[in-house]
């Protein structure tokens, strides 16, 4: 069974940055997309940013465009994310899953999910 661990939330600062890890628990990056979401309380899931199996092709939400990354070290079967300037509205659960095939920013596309690490912006 693959399993998916995030860490790296906490609190911070708006403006501010954070890097977030999704270690996957088998040597699969090859095979499975990535994909991080976020829910906050009383909204939707929604994705964020997904990365490829093969080449690392990424894609990201309109909201994250030019203040995240999403990248992998498979060596460490490890995908992270990236958040800078970042905006009260993020606070969130962010969420890493994983799936076969393309990555996608659908949640319901993904068969795998973390535990989830708590973000939290604020001053």
């Known amino acids: 069974q693959l399993q998916l661990v995030e860490s790296g939330g906490g609190l911070v600062q708006p403006g501010g940055s954070l890097r977030l890890s999704c270690a996957v628990s088998?040597?699969?990056?090859?095979?499975?997309?990535i994909g991080w979401f976020r829910q906050a309380p009383g909204k939707e899931r929604e994705g964020v940013a997904c990365i490829s199996s093969m080449f690392g092709t990424t894609h990201f939400a309109d909201s994250m465009k030019g203040r995240s990354r999403i990248f992998r070290d498979v060596a460490k079967n490890t995908v992270y994310l990236q958040l800078n300037s970042l905006k009260p509205e993020d606070t969130a659960v962010y969420y890493c899953?994983?799936?076969?095939?393309?990555?996608?920013?659908?949640?319901?596309?993904?068969?795998?999910w973390g535990q989830g690490t708590q973000v939290t912006v604020s001053s």
């Open positions: 088998e040597l699969s990056l090859d095979y499975y997309a």
């Open positions: 899953a994983a799936r076969i095939g393309n990555p996608l920013l659908s949640p319901n596309e993904y068969g795998y």
